[in-house]
Nanobody, 116 residues
Framework: QVQLVESGGGLVQPGGSLRLSCAGS????????MRWYRQAPGKERELVAA????????NYADSVKGRFTISRDNAKRTVYLQMNSLKPEDTAVYYC?????????WGQGTQVTVSS
């Protein structure tokens, strides 16, 4: 059974930091690229960051460049999203996604709220 389980979300003040984790099981984690998406209320889901299967290449949305860092540890079957200098507009449910060719797996999401 394929599972992606996110953790690390919560309430943080503007300018603060959070580190999201996503643990995968039930599939060959090291063969899949990984992405973080987010969806704010009333908005479409947007791609935040992506990392290739071996972790050699990363991509970021313009809105998070220089503030967020995606990384992975294939031995732990986990992908991370380090989020610094958080802004209220980063408030959203964050989802991790595993992808390979036409196969997609999704986690259940974790809420991140940036507010004073």
């Amino acid at each position: 059974q394929v599972q992606l389980v996110e953790s690390g979300g919560g309430l943080v003040q503007p300018g603060g930091s959070l580190r999201l984790s996503c643990a995968g099981s039930g599939f060959i984690f090291s063969s899949y690229g990984m992405r973080w998406y987010r969806q704010a209320p009333g908005k479409e889901r947007e791609l935040v960051a992506a990392i290739t299967s071996a972790g050699r290449n990363t991509n970021y949305a313009d809105s998070v460049k220089g503030r967020f860092t995606i990384s992975r540890d294939n031995a732990k079957r986990t992908v991370y999203l380090q989020m610094n200098s958080l802004k209220p507009e980063d408030t959203a449910v964050y989802y991790c996604n595993a992808y390979m060719f036409r196969v997609d797996y999704w986690g259940q999401g974790t809420q991140v709220t940036v507010s004073s």
